[in-house]
């Protein structure tokens, strides 16, 4: 059985022999031995050559990154790094690396230029550990819950979320466009699975620029029957609190590699969300120092602003009609509204869902269609799903880096994706 670090740095393994790959980072070379550490996907392990027990050429010829096998005696050692140590015994060596040009202290840009070589660093190793926690919580709560994966097009013929953000491609004779997000036709698979979410990456062409938005993000989407807005709320709540506290539970190694205070996410797992209408939000955020008007849209620096002091979730709930896209319900209360909620997340860094109660009748939509400027004959087979049986339902997505960036506290979502694509990044 091929073992990690993780798997024989323990009181059982002393004295024996080991055997384990890796890369090799940290090397010293000194007059009578050198030391390095191995490095592999669980953790570091010292190890050293002296030269007057065993020759070796091939340990003087070592490099920083290259990638090994080493065989050797492990012993405890308190001085080293994780408290275990290798006496090497055998070596082969799988590909000796030339300079490797990461060095302590480069610039945010010379490191994603190198994205591909960075990767290796132990804390982006880190993150996306955890950012693998978070795309297994995802699967996991909904298939606890009942609800079937399914999937929708990337190629679509028209716009969800509003033309600014649309790519557009050549789609052989025809104008295509990357989709949005999957809300549209996830209304349609609704009608017969009632439950289902999807995984999978939505396009943006966003040329904003700000720290939370990227032009490729994975969205975590759902669609509920027969689901009003209340329910909805309750489901994105009970989704990240099962998410945080995996994260908790399997991610502690590298939650403290990355120097994250989990305080809020404790209080995240353990308390409830607060949730709040439109308007008070923006009182709480002109208490805080903005000049905002009612009808203003919230974003990324408004939302910072209003998160910053929080220590749990907050829904902001039931925005003005005209900040949001067609297809949410409007209020029966008070039509200016609509049924809806953005999930701001706590720490500054605001709106990680987008959720709400779907438009459920015919004349409504083609209505709402009309006022976005939109010809709702692009729209027809969407709106025979009011057509044919109109039910209730309501649904949310999730923007996965987003969380993942919270989740780890990062100053930029692009630390949070493995090759993040922004207007200016498409290398590597
Ligand atoms: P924002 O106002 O920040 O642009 P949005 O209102 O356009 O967000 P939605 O259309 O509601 O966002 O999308 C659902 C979720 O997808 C958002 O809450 C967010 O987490 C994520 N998301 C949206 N756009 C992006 C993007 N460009 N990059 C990364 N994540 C995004
Ligand atoms: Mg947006």
Request: aromatic share 10%; charged share 25%.
């Amino acid at each position: 059985m091929e073992l990690l670090i993780k798997d024989v740095t323990n009181k059982e393994h002393v004295g024996k022999a080991v055997t384990l790959r890796g890369f090799i980072s940290n090397i010293r070379k000194g007059k009578n031995n050198i030391f390095f550490m191995l490095r592999d996907p669980s953790g570091v392990i010292q190890c050293v050559s002296h030269f007057n027990e065993k020759a070796f050429p091939e340990v003087e010829k070592l490099t920083r990154e290259s990638s090994i096998l080493v065989k050797g005696n492990l012993k405890e050692d308190s001085r080293a790094e994780g408290g275990y140590e290798i006496t090497i015994e055998e070596l082969e060596v799988y590909g000796l690396a030339e300079p490797f040009p990461i060095k302590k202290g480069h610039k945010k840009v010379f490191l994603f230029d190198n994205r591909h070589l960075w990767m290796r660093s132990r804390r982006v190793t880190a993150i996306m550990k955890i950012r693998s926690t978070v795309f297994e919580g995802i699967h996991e709560f909904f298939v606890k819950n009942g609800f079937y994966e399914i999937q929708s097009p990337s190629f679509v013929g028209g716009s969800v979320e509003g033309g600014s953000t649309l790519f557009e491609i050549n789609y052989f004779d025809k104008k295509a466009y990357l989709s949005q997000s999957w809300q549209l036709y996830a209304e349609a698979m609704v009608n017969s699975l009632w439950k289902i979410y999807t995984v999978a990456p939505s396009f943006r062409a966003e040329n904003s620029r700000t720290w939370r938005h990227l032009t490729e993000f994975w969205h975590a989407e759902t669609e509920v029957a027969f689901m009003d807005l209340n329910g909805i709320i309750e489901l994105e709540e009970g989704l990240i609190k099962h998410i945080v506290k995996n994260v908790l539970i399997k991610n502690q190694a590298e939650l403290t590699l990355l120097k994250r205070d989990q305080t809020i996410l404790k209080n995240v797992v353990e308390n409830p969300f607060l949730r709040m209408s439109y308007e008070s939000v923006i009182d709480l955020a002109n208490k805080n120092g903005l000049k905002l008007e009612y009808g203003a849209d919230l974003g990324a620096d408004e939302e910072r602003v209003i998160t910053s002091k929080l220590n749990v979730p907050l829904f902001a709930m039931n925005y003005p009609t005209k900040l949001k896209p067609f297809y949410h319900k409007p209020d029966p209360k008070d039509p200016t509204h609509v049924l809806c909620n953005d999930l701001l997340a706590p720490e500054g860094y605001g709106e990680i869902i987008g959720g709400g109660q779907r438009v459920d009748d015919k004349e409504t939509l083609i209505k709402r269609i009309k006022e976005e400027g939109l010809n709702p004959n692009d729209y027809n087979w969407y709106v025979d799903l009011r057509r044919y049986g109109a039910i209730p339902h309501s649904g949310f997505g999730l923007g996965v880096d987003r969380l993942v960036m919270w989740i780890c506290k990062l100053p930029h979502i692009m630390y949070a994706t493995p090759f993040p694509r922004t207007p200016r990044r498409i290398y590597p």
